[in-house]
């Protein structure tokens, strides 16, 4: 039974890790709390479930396009709603505020358009198959979304460490300012972390809704949660420590279950979470010469 | 001139507009959550009031009176139910009120009703302890603890049940009432409960959970849970290798289940106030007429909005309203006990609640449940 908890930490933990990626990009590049990506996250889940019961896409033809689409959809929160923030010089609070009045738009928005009942993906292709090893089973699916948590924060780990969009990118997180008179184009890189993050987003909808078949428009909240707990845990901003908060929620709860009670789940694992804050407060990989995003 | 006209008209239009709009209508709050994640319990309510009102308009009203549904969404929230109700009490001056949607939601505004002396009627809450709120609560829901004995006896027929594991959801009234309902049951008929794990809303991982009721092998696992959560326990037990069946509760009764859970859900028993393959020609009239108007399949909870609009026609046909609001709503609570009704849900009446602490209590629904047991991933009669 252990092995099994073990595997189902790091399953759930995968899960919180790679919904945190694209919200703590945000926050290391743009230095904003985008608290609308729970609502980009839900409706990527639900742009992946139209491509593929309205228009018979494939699966893996559907994915890239509602990652796009979330993409753009974040692009256009940057573009409508952040930009006019920055050009303001807004306080930090009010991208905060405006985010939750797009996230609150964005479920209404879902729930009249797709109505309220939880839905899910039409595919047997992926339905209930696990491996199984000893007493161990995984569902295929959440294998994938390990894996594909663990790539994606590699991937974008050596971006930011190994390219000149990464250094750029690194530049803008130290100051916009200084980037700026540096020649760097702040506001494109700005809206392509948007983008970038959205559609991270996006595709963590989609997997999760795949993993658990649980598509609503309320989707979005709880996961939210776990997401902010996730990155400050890990240090806000950056990537991997999205990946390593994730993992260490996903822990506390599951082994919070094993070994005490479900009872009290939460109140075990955001009580650790606060223990752990409180030694670290700036986070597992918040200290000052990891603000690198 | 024609300025001069105009507020002597509108003044004329109101006179002749407002009697003739007024007279012959019979207004009823309708108050369940049209938005939010208890819409998909509160829509198909609704949907099954605004059938029964067109039917029975269409068949000349109540002694030529028609009745009028005045629709507000409490959006399955405490706070807007107690909003809802004030309005649809003191400013619409409704006759009586049907819902709110869940359990939390009436007993948060159940005691405004009561107070201002007019009927309030669940058709979906079922947990214990709503009939005490005072005398003019009312429920055609029959109570988890009305559902449950009868689902665990058939149950323990058809499996054999000696050890179970228990998982609910306990930061929601209806989860828990039905947890507390069923362990006192399991209790009486001395089974075993070898675990017992909770989860919260929102929540879609179950497998630390389950993993653990795993290991205890359990010969069923018992879920008072609602059906998203419900769709997706059975498919992470399923996935983690689990064999045994699950029983649920009312949250289970719905289409919806197995549309999500699919060959998860084989095996998984259930008990109903209503069943769909229940041959009565009232049943089968309100079936055909549901999809008629909706194109889609109606489930429980619809059946039980539709039966409720009938019982309440039943009662309004036994008084005399006389346009006194006070006396009009009085009247129609007294008429209400006696009124016994067979509908799509079959045979139905009322049933005092016991005092509650020397005081008079509402009226819960007597009415015989139906025990199904998912078979070829449909709701079959287990007998």
Known sequence: MFAQQVVNAISLGSVYALFALGFTLVFGILGVINLSHGGIFMLGAYAALLLITRFDIPFWVALPLAMAASGTLGLLIDVLILRLLRKRNAPHLMPMIATIGAAILMTSLAQGLFGSETRRFPLELFDQASLTWGPITIPVVQAGITALSVALMLIMVWVLRHTRIGQALRAISESPRAAALLGIPVERLFHLTSFVAAALGGAAGILIGLSFDAISPFMGQPMLHKGIAAIILGGLGDVRGAVLGGLFLGAAEVFAVTFLSSEYRDALSFGLLFLVLLWRPQGLFGASSTRSA | ?383
């Open chain 2, 1 to 383: 001139m024609r300025v001069f006209h105009r507020p002597l008209l509108l003044a004329l239009a109101a006179f002749t507009l407002i009697p003739a709009a007024f007279a012959g209508e019979i207004r009823i709050g309708l108050a369940e959550a049209l938005t939010g994640p208890a819409s998909q319990y509160g829509i198909p309510i609704r949907n099954g009031f605004l059938l029964a009102q067109d039917e029975i308009n269409a068949k000349g009203g109540i002694a030529g009176n028609r009745i009028v549904l005045v629709e507000e969404d409490e959006r399955g929230k405490k706070e807007e139910a107690i909003n809802v109700y004030k309005k649809l009490i003191f400013q619409d001056k409704v006759l009586m009120i049907f819902g709110p949607t869940l359990s939390n939601s009436m007993f948060a505004a159940g005691p405004i009703a009561n107070m201002a002396h007019l009927v309030a009627f669940g058709t979906s809450n079922t947990a214990s302890g709503i009939t005490d709120i005072g005398p003019y609560i009312f429920r055609s829901s029959p109570m988890e603890a009305d559902v449950v004995p009868v689902t665990l006896k058939a149950a323990i027929k058809h499996v054999g049940l000696h050890k179970v594991g228990i998982i609910y959801g306990n930061d929601d009234a209806f989860t828990k009432s039905g947890y507390d309902v069923f362990r006192q049951v399991l209790q009486a008929d001395h089974i075993a409960v070898v675990d017992t794990e909770t989860y919260s809303k929102g929540d879609v991982d179950f497998k630390a959970q389950l993993t653990k009721i795993k290991a205890q092998s359990p010969d069923a696992i018992i879920c008072p849970c609602l059906a998203e959560e419900g769709a997706n326990i059975l498919i992470q037990a399923r996935a983690l290798g689990i064999k045994a069946p699950f029983i649920g509760g009312n949250g289970f009764n719905t289409p919806k289940l197995l549309e999500n859970a699919k060959a998860a859900a084989e095996g998984t028993i259930v008990g109903s106030p209503w069943f769909d393959g229940n041959p009565s020609p009232e049943n089968k009239h309100f079936i055909a007429a549901y999809r008629k108007k909706y194109g889609a399949d109606p489930n429980q909870f619809s059946a039980q909005g539709y039966d409720a609009l009938f019982i309440v026609a039943e009662a309004l046909r036994k008084i005399h309203l006389t346009g006194q609001l006070s006396h009009d709503r009085q009247a129609l609570r007294d008429a209400l006990p006696s009124i016994r009704f067979t509908g799509a849900t079959g045979h139905f009446a009322f049933r005092a609640a016991p005092l509650h602490g020397g005081k008079p209590g509402g009226y819960d629904a007597d009415q015989a449940p139906f025990v199904y047991i998912v078979k070829n991933a449909k709701f079959t009669l287990l007998k």
